[in-house]
Nanobody, 121 residues
Framework: QAQLVESGGGLVQPGGSLTLSCTYP????????MAWFRQAPGNEPAFVGG???????TYTDSVKGRFTISRDNAKSTVYLQMNSLKSDDSGVYHC???????????????WGQGTQVTVSS
């Protein structure tokens, strides 16, 4: 499942910002739907947000107004801009690709190893 590669994680103070990137190989994956999941220690991955090739986007309630998903097809990259970060946003962030938006990571065709985000003072 390591055909997607996430980057951009790190340690940030509460209220700070980070931008995560997810690169995917061109023409080898179905990327009609791209999504981000967050996995906190001991928990299952939780849906953060996702977008369709049509431009449609959806987010979980806890990140609405703070997180933004975007996509650059020329760079084969999906981004997750995270603002006003809170400690609850900490976790390993995975991106996923598939034919349609799903709220369960296991229902995607491909996902990456993830990048760690820690929000702490």
């Amino acid at each position: 499942q390591a055909q997607l590669v996430e980057s951009g994680g790190g340690l940030v103070q509460p209220g700070g910002s980070l931008t995560l990137s997810c690169t995917y190989p061109e023409r080898t994956l179905n990327t009609d739907a791209m999504a981000w999941f967050r996995q906190a220690p001991g928990n299952e991955p939780a849906f953060v947000g996702g977008m369709l090739w049509t431009g449609y986007k959806t987010y979980t309630d806890s990140v609405k107004g703070r997180f933004t998903i975007s996509r650059d097809n020329a760079k084969s990259t999906v981004y997750l801009q995270m603002n006003s970060l809170k400690s609850d946003d900490s976790g390993v962030y995975h991106c996923a690709a598939g034919g349609r938006l799903e709220f369960n990571l296991n229902q995607y065709d491909h996902w990456g190893q993830g990048t760690q985000v820690t929000v702490s003072s």
